[in-house]
C-alpha cells in the first residue's frame, strides 16, 4: 500500500533529529556556561572574540548565522559584564566596532574546560565527528575540513 503521507512522518524528517540534537547540546553545554556566567549564545560570540579581539557587528552576525537583532542584546549583556566594548567606528559611524576586554581575554582561560568537558558527552569516534562536522558545513553551504 502506498503512504502518501510517508514525508509528513516525524520519523522521515532530517530537520527532527537536528533539532533534538541541538537543544540536547545546549543543555549539556548549560553547566559549563554556567560556571563562566554566559550563555551558549554569549558563549559563541565570546569564541569568535577570542580568535578575531576586535570585529565589526556585521562580521559577528555573519560569523555565527544570526541577524542583528539577536546579537545587538547579547553584546549589551556582554558589555555589561565587562568582556566587550562597543564603539563606533571613527571611520564609518553606521558601524560598530566590538573590541574584546582584558577580563573578556582572561575569560578564556577559564572556558578552556568548556571543550574538554563536553566532548565525553557525545558517543561518537573521532572520524565520525569528523564527518558530522562535514556534514553539518555542507548543508550550511561552508565547505570546511577539519
Not at 539577536?70 to 549583556?77: H, R, Y
Not at 558589555?79 to 564609518?92: I, L, S, W
Request: charged share 30%.
Amino acid at each position: 500500500m502506498d503512504d502518501k503521507y510517508a514525508s509528513l512522518r516525524l520519523k522521515n524528517q532530517l530537520c527532527f533529529p537536528l533539532y533534538a540534537v541541538s537543544n540536547m547540546i545546549t543543555r549539556k553545554y548549560k553547566p559549563l556556561l554556567d560556571e563562566l556566567d554566559l550563555t551558549y549564545t554569549q558563549y559563541i560570540v565570546m569564541m569568535v572574540m577570542w580568535e578575531e579581539k576586535k570585529v565589526n557587528e556585521k562580521f559577528l552576525c555573519e560569523s555565527l548565522c544570526l541577524k542583528s537583532n539577536t546579537v545587538t542584546p547579547l553584546l549589551k549583556k556582554l558589555e555589561a559584564k565587562g568582556f566587550v566594548e562597543k564603539a563606533k567606528d571613527t571611520g564609518d559611524e553606521r558601524n560598530l566596532v566590538i573590541t574584546l576586554t582584558k577580563k573578556g581575554e582572561k575569560l578564556q582561560d577559564k572556558a578552556l574546560c568548556v571543550p574538554e568537558g563536553i566532548a565525553g558527552e557525545f558517543h561518537l569516534t573521532k572520524e565520525e565527528a569528523g564527518m558530522l562536522y562535514n556534514i553539518l558545513y555542507k548543508m550550511l553551504n561552508e565547505e570546511k575540513e577539519i
